[in-house]
């Protein structure tokens, strides 16, 4: 038995425990967001490098035993894969609050299985509420698919999230429109600040910042109409509502005001590879690890014990701000987000 096999709770050198682990299943997408992949897509791995349904089913498992009680699945677009409900099952056989990511264009083939399989929390990412705009951020047509994918779910009582990433000069005019969503619909509307990754064409002028967002709606709906809402455990968003709407909306500022703090994340990308952190561009190959029988739990620790205090030691704008730092960073569809 190796040291490592003892442990319980993965905890890093700053008292972190991580307990929430966000899998990658797949590298490809039906989208092309601009903010998220070239019009080309990136280089995919070759299929038997990725993961397959059983090996993701073990990793589930040995991470469950090391304290993990909260899995996401992501992507690409995790719908795409073929077995997806195959890994479903399995996950929902395991104890844990299981959870999905998604563009939603493909929800209307699966809702019956998400609920049959008590998948309730799903994120839904949405940066636009007019047709002509989803074409020029996604590159696809889908908007009425996923205007009607979005009803779906909210009509049989699924636990809502939308992402929008807020691109300045692309949707940052639409916040208002976005927050009225939360009106009528018991949904939480998340607006995620613009984030490097290589070759997505950061700059720092892009980014809608956290001040700006309440900024823009505090002039709109009048301030004392916003009520601050109180933090939830390991929060990514800091949360507010509009005075008498349904649902609320959040702000995830990972760039200008991160949360590293209550971080509790970990991510296993589709090919296998854990990362400590989102902005990290190091990652441990776990795949080849279990494939030819190595420590896995070991290596596990190792990448937790070097997480770093703040964005993977870019604990400045002008750290984050020099391409060098973050370019070898695979873009999000890659590491999933
Ligand atoms: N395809 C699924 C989707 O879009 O929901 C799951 C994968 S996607 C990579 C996960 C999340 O990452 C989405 O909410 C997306 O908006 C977000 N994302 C992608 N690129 C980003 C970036 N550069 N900055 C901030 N968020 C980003
Ligand atoms: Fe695809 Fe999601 Fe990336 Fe858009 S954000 S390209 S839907 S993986």
Redesign the pocket.
Known sequence: MSPASNIHELKDTFGRIHNYLRISLIEK?NLR?K??MPADGIPLSPKASLMNAEEILEFARIFVGLGVNKIRL?????LLRKDIYDILEGLSKLPVDLSL???GLLIDRHVDNFLKLGVKNI?F?LDTLREDRFFDITRRTGFAKTMDNFRLLHDQGFNLKI?T?LVKGTNEDELVDLVNLTKDFNVSVRF????P?DG?S?DRSKMVSEKEVLGQLGSYFGTERISSLPNEENFTARKFKIVGYLGDFGIISSVTNPFCGTCNRIRLTANGRIKNCLFSNKETDLLTAMRTGEDVEKLILESILKKKAVRAGMDSMEKLSDPALHSDNR???AI??
């Open positions: 997408c967001c903010y998220c992501t992507g690409g677009e995790p990511t998604t563009n994120n990412s992402n990433v995620i600040e613009f984030m990754f997505n950061w873009s999000m569809i999933g987000g």
